[in-house]
């Protein structure tokens, strides 16, 4: 069904994109920096609640794109177009939901979960949830759209509006920050605002006929029940696993924030770094969905198998080369961060940790489970997810870090076995073939 160009067309673009993501997102850290420590703060804290609130959009999207891929696959254009319609009706008004919540509860939602507050820092962080709140809408009307081109194999779209999106950005920052010297403001101002742009131009590509997915009537969605049905059988099992993830991730920096400044600093260059190592499998389990989805929608077992089987194989490469790359400059890399000795062996013990072992398995454990949940076996991987995430990387993250004493360390000893965990369950799973069940095959 793919050849090996078909595969790379759809790969390079996914890589790109998520490249430009992580980097962009450096970006901003950087140009709010000049507003003080107080405006960085307040941003970080914001943003640990906007990349949950984006992980359910993404989600959701992802079960948009399950369903449009397998009717691909089924040669079902126009009922793929029809789950389209439901896909954004969804998006939408979930995001306009949580965004009035967001707006109406901003400062008793960011009181419950960071607790108190600095005065200079709480005002910051309401500036920015309050203008990243009314992006909300916007952001999850371009991730839907962009799942369902990049689930037709159509990842070039998604990654040009990305491309003109985060340039758009950096030059509002530029321009905001410092033209207008409007600070934390000024950055969310430029996010809104391309977001608003990419948005609308995705709506407008997806309302083009001779596309192999197109809306009809764009403007005249009406929700229909049993499509419904489908996309949030997919949706909302990956949308609790997300927001568990992110929830873990969020509890695992507060226990580390426990063990003063030296780890904390070294955790968040670690963090950084391994941004960058676990982008090729990112890409990697956009591209799962789309292939593994079509090859169900096709009714061919053995294709599910064989692609699944190359994806990660591939993903496997490309996580090697990338981990490999990071190692071998760590050095040079870690210089940037002018770090004081203490912190900086630290942080090379800490990436060390994860790229070392990511070579090995962060594409089972990561990427795989993707494959399942294109099979419909939605319910496995969250179970698992949400189970190993808060047996092992939280609960040992308490007696290794606290309880033994070892820190960082141990919190990143405890991510590790959450690993393990999750490879060892997808494998079997995928090994004894139990998703066949789920996929009707």
Known sequence: MFT??????????????????????????????????????????VDMINVLIINIFAALATGGAVVCAQCIGRKQKKEAGEYA??????VSTISITIAL?????????????????????????????????????????????????????????SM??????????????????????????????????????????????????????????????????WRLKRILGIGIPNA?????????????????????????????????????GCIPGQA?????????????????YKAVK?????????TYVFTILVNASILIGLPFILSIYKLSPETLKLATILVLIHDGCAMLMWPAAF??????????DVKFTMVVSIFSMWTFRILFSVILGKGMGLGAIGVWIAMIMDWIFRLTCFIIRFRREKWRLKSGL
Do not use: H
């Open 4 to 45: 090996n160009r078909d595969l790379y067309k759809l790969i390079i673009p996914l890589i790109i994109e998520q490249l430009l993501a992580v980097t962009v997102g450096m970006a901003d850290v950087m140009m709010v920096a000049t507003a003080g420590e107080a405006a960085v703060s307040g941003v970080s804290l």
């Open 85 to 90: 319609k439901q896909l954004l009706f969804i």
């Open 101 to 157: 919540f967001v707006l109406i509860f901003k400062e008793p939602l960011l009181q419950l979960v960071f607790g108190k507050i600095e005065a200079e820092v709480m005002k910051n962080a309401l500036t920015y949830i309050i203008i990243s709140a009314l992006s909300y809408p916007f952001l999850a009307l371009y991730n839907g759209v962009a799942a369902l081109f990049r689930a037709i194999g159509n990842s070039k779209i």
């Open 160 to 225: 040009k509006i990305s491309i003109l999106m985060n340039v758009l950005n950096i030059i509002g920052n530029a321009i905001f920050v410092f033209g207008f010297n409007m600070g934390v403001a000024g950055v969310a101002l430029s996010s809104l605002f391309s977001r608003m742009l990419a948005a609308c131009m995705m709506l407008i590509l997806l309302n083009k006929p001779n596309e192999l997915l197109y809306i009809e009537s764009l403007w005249k969605i009406r929700p229909e029940g």
């Open 240 to 276: 609790l696993e997300n927001s568990m993830f992110q929830l873990g991730r969020v509890l695992v920096v507060s226990i580390i924030s426990g063990f003063g400044t030296v780890q904390i600093a070294a955790n968040a260059v670690a963090n950084n770094l391994d941004a960058l």
């Open 284 to 300: 990697m389990s956009l591209a799962m969905i789309t292939v593994v989805g079509q090859c169900v929608g096709a009714g061919d």
């Open 306 to 314: 064989y692609y699944t089987k190359k994806l990660l194989k591939m």
């Open 367 to 376: 990427t795989l489970p993707n494959a399942l949940r294109a099979a419909n």
